[in-house]
DNA sequence: CGTGTAGTTGAGATGCGTCAATAGTTGTGG
DNA sequence: CCACAACTATTGACGCATCTCAACTACACG
């Protein structure tokens, strides 16, 4: 099953979503454009955020320029929390986005007096633990078509329509998700399309026309 | 860097280990046979393990019987642990295995009244967080030589001898940490000796001879 | 209307997978 | 100690999925 595909998400559309972090001394909202970077691999952590809305990917990068994105966060989610002094990722905006950030000095001190607060950071842990699990049979044992069909329906999942995506991210973010590259992305959604499985309606607008047949395609 | 590589254990013979999970009131020490189940993937979680002696892997399957190894766990380790009612990997003995068996229940009322085990889990859940996330990038991102060079270069720096490495584990389970298959692994270890950078000893210990060209591989 | 960026498509190269044969290793029983 | 079976690993030949390099197209923005 792919039901999570390493998004940092679980929320869905209606669902109730209990107030994170509520005893964490919070900072300003900050505000980042599009591909704009929000901290980097090595920065000091002296902080982590939760986004209010546009989308953030974190990706770690090798010598050679190459990029592997670990997952895309949106409205909600909480990224660049770290145990360790240095962040292990590099967080940017995908696109123009809004960020409350919380001060992790607080946020240590807290949990320090508040057990409560210790409890939702080892969730958020343990749900992003699950996610990059699933990521890896991903990335190590599926084809192209596999990934590609599997991110499409995780992406139809948590948006308001079952059946239409918005793509915020463009195909080398993708790709990056995916272990794959650019042309291949391309590629696989033409195939896609040919095989009547979705409808590329614009370039960041697909229509799943047979979740059924994208959902098998992942056994 | 290939710091980690998904292992789940930070040990380093002669460091000094913490006691984890000492308020943790522990079951039985439980043995296993090289091959044995030890939990499925959907068990329900009633106990999590430390491991005394012995290596377990823990991994998920797809429907058509291919496997991805998460990680590899030795002395010390703890696996096991979920937030959920459920298991979501399979873990196995690679070899004949003693491991200790902590009641989930306990462990949580524990967590309710002992800050500092709270913290404990957290830091473990962080770990193996971190472990995953590098492992993402080396399924994503390298070439089987990479692959390969970055996990003898790991379990070099966790074995007592920094230039002698004993597998613990079948090619199969390699392919399958590695997102390979075991020909491709074979081959990719004929190649590292016929480039002079490690000698096949025997099937099971393998000598590094060259850590530098085997880190500059994965730049 | 040009210019730049993002996406698509094609042709060819290649790394890894698949299938198949061989070799080595381990365990068992005579 | 040897013979045999079963399992594990290696090697080769070949095919295919994906990458690479390159040309072309579409769209956004001045």
Same mark, same amino acid.
């Given at each position: 099953?792919?039901?999570?595909?390493?998004?940092?998400?679980?929320?869905?559309?209606?669902?109730?979503?209990?107030?994170?972090?509520?005893?964490?001394?919070?900072?300003?909202? &900050?505000?980042?454009?599009?591909?704009?970077?929000?901290?980097?691999?090595?920065?000091?952590?002296?902080?982590?955020?939760?986004?209010?809305?546009?989308?953030?990917?974190?990706?770690?990068?090798?010598?050679?320029?190459?990029?592997?994105?670990?997952?895309?966060?949106?409205?909600?989610?909480?990224?660049?929390?770290?145990?360790?002094?240095?962040?292990? &990722?590099?967080?940017?905006?995908?696109?123009?986005?809004?960020?409350?950030?919380?001060?992790?000095?607080?946020?240590?001190?807290?949990?320090?007096?508040?057990?409560?607060?210790?409890?939702?950071?080892?969730?958020?842990? @343990?749900?992003?633990?699950?996610?990059?699990?699933?990521?890896?049979? &991903?990335?190590?044992?599926?084809?192209?078509?596999?990934?590609?069909?599997?991110?499409?329906?995780?992406?139809?999942?948590?948006?308001?329509?079952?059946?239409?995506?918005? &793509?915020? @991210?463009?195909?080398?973010?993708?790709?990056?998700?995916?272990?794959?590259?650019?042309?291949?992305?391309?590629?696989?959604?033409?195939?896609?399309?040919?095989?009547? @499985?979705?409808?590329?309606?614009?370039?960041?607008?697909i229509r799943l026309k047979d979740r059924g047949g994208l959902h098998a395609l992942g056994s």
């Amino acid at each position: 099953m792919f039901s999570s595909l390493a998004f940092s998400s679980d929320h869905r559309p209606g669902a109730p979503r209990p107030t994170p972090w509520a005893a964490v001394p919070s900072g300003p909202v &900050l505000h980042f454009t599009a591909d704009g970077g929000i901290y980097g691999e090595g920065d000091e952590t002296r902080s982590f955020y939760k986004i209010v809305s546009g989308v953030v990917r974190t990706c770690k990068f090798l010598s050679d320029g190459r990029r592997q994105i670990d997952a895309f966060h949106v409205a909600g989610d909480v990224f660049g929390f770290e145990m360790g002094a240095e962040h292990r &990722l590099t967080a940017e905006a995908v696109t123009d986005c809004s960020v409350i950030s919380y001060r992790r000095r607080g946020a240590e001190m807290s949990a320090a007096s508040d057990d409560g607060l210790a409890r939702q950071f080892l969730s958020h842990a @343990m749900r992003s633990l699950e996610r990059a699990q699933e990521h890896s049979l &991903l990335l190590g044992r599926r084809s192209a078509q596999q990934k590609l069909a599997a991110f499409l329906l995780d992406l139809a999942d948590r948006g308001p329509d079952d059946d239409m995506v918005e &793509l915020a @991210m463009t195909r080398l973010d993708i790709a990056d998700y995916l272990g794959l590259t650019i042309e291949t992305v391309s590629r696989t959604f033409s195939q896609l399309e040919r095989d009547d @499985m979705i409808q590329l309606v614009s370039i960041r607008r697909i229509r799943l026309k047979d979740r059924g047949g994208l959902h098998a395609l992942g056994s």
